[in-house]
């Protein structure tokens, strides 16, 4: 990968940001899985809003290899944070638990001893994953100096 440049999806303090925005999301975003995806080093194009159609995939698509892809749903589906976990970082150890209260229920996520929170767990997964992947890459920054 590239070194990263001051306006680069892959800085600790983008990777941060990102974070933040998965543990204040109240619901599955596309804008956000694509950023994600982007954020962990994907060639990403998005669906473009003015193209509405069942031919186009939802949120866009991302290269992989030689490969075009759709999109997972990274906000929404535990499976594909998991997977783009795995895929990653296959060496990290991760968790997640259900917080359940009176009214509300939450999940907490831990990545590499990166702790995250959100209100669904592929949520809390992520942040989780964006903070563990920032702390790596400022580490690898500070090496270089």
């Not at 941060?16 to 060639?43: M, Q, T, V, W």
């Not at 259900?98 to 001893?113: K, M, N, P, R, Y």
């Amino acid at each position: 990968m590239p070194a990263p440049t001051d306006s680069s999806p892959h800085r600790p303090e983008h990777l941060l940001a990102l974070a933040d925005r998965c543990e204040a999301a109240s619901k599955p975003d596309r804008a956000l899985d694509a950023d994600i995806y982007e954020a962990l080093g994907f060639n990403v194009r998005r669906k473009p809003s003015h193209l509405v159609g069942r031919r186009t995939p939802p949120g866009g698509i991302y290269q992989e290899g030689s490969l075009w892809k759709t999109l997972g749903s990274a906000s929404a589906n535990i499976d594909v944070a998991i997977g783009l976990l795995r895929q990653k970082a296959p060496d990290w150890r991760w968790s997640l638990q259900s917080l359940a209260g009176e009214d509300t229920a939450t999940f907490q996520a831990l990545v590499a001893e990166c702790q995250a929170s959100g209100t669904i767990g592929a949520l809390a997964l992520c942040a989780a994953m964006l903070r563990a992947f920032a702390r790596a890459r400022a580490g690898t920054e500070r090496d270089k100096i």
